[in-house]
Nanobody
Framework: QVQVVESGGGSVQPGGSLRLSCAAS????????MEWHRQVPGQERELVAA???????SYAASAKGRFTISRDNAKNTVFLQMNSLRPEDTAVYYC???????????????WGQGTQVTVSS
């Protein structure tokens, strides 16, 4: 079984910064794609940023230039550094990881429980 746990959410004023972390634990052989998504109540979940095991990154247009995704493969952890936060960044942020539990198994997507980010003055 694999557990994925996010941390680092909270409340911040516009223009502020937050750093989200997400760690996977359990039976893990490797993790390829790691992603951050976010969701506002009543809206669809949207992809914010993604990073491959080789550290190729991609960002939503709304995140480009303000957010930075990174990872620590040895610790099965992904980070999202969020700068210049805006009220429209307010959402629950979810971490998703494509985890391969054993070399002979296909990777499966695992999600964390989410962490709330609120940007307000």
């Amino acid at each position: 079984q694999v557990q994925v746990v996010e941390s680092g959410g909270g409340s911040v004023q516009p223009g502020g910064s937050l750093r989200l972390s997400c760690a996977a634990s359990g039976t893990i052989s490797s993790i390829d794609l790691m992603e951050w998504h976010r969701q506002v109540p009543g809206q669809e979940r949207e992809l914010v940023a993604a990073i491959t095991r080789d550290r190729h990154t991609s960002y939503a247009a709304s995140a480009k230039g303000r957010f930075t995704i990174s990872r620590d493969n040895a610790k099965n952890t992904v980070f999202l550094q969020m700068n210049s936060l805006r009220p429209e960044d307010t959402a629950v942020y979810y971490c998703g990881m494509d985890v391969q539990r054993h070399w002979y198994l296909r990777a499966q997507r695992n999600w964390g429980q989410g962490t709330q980010v609120t940007v307000s003055s």
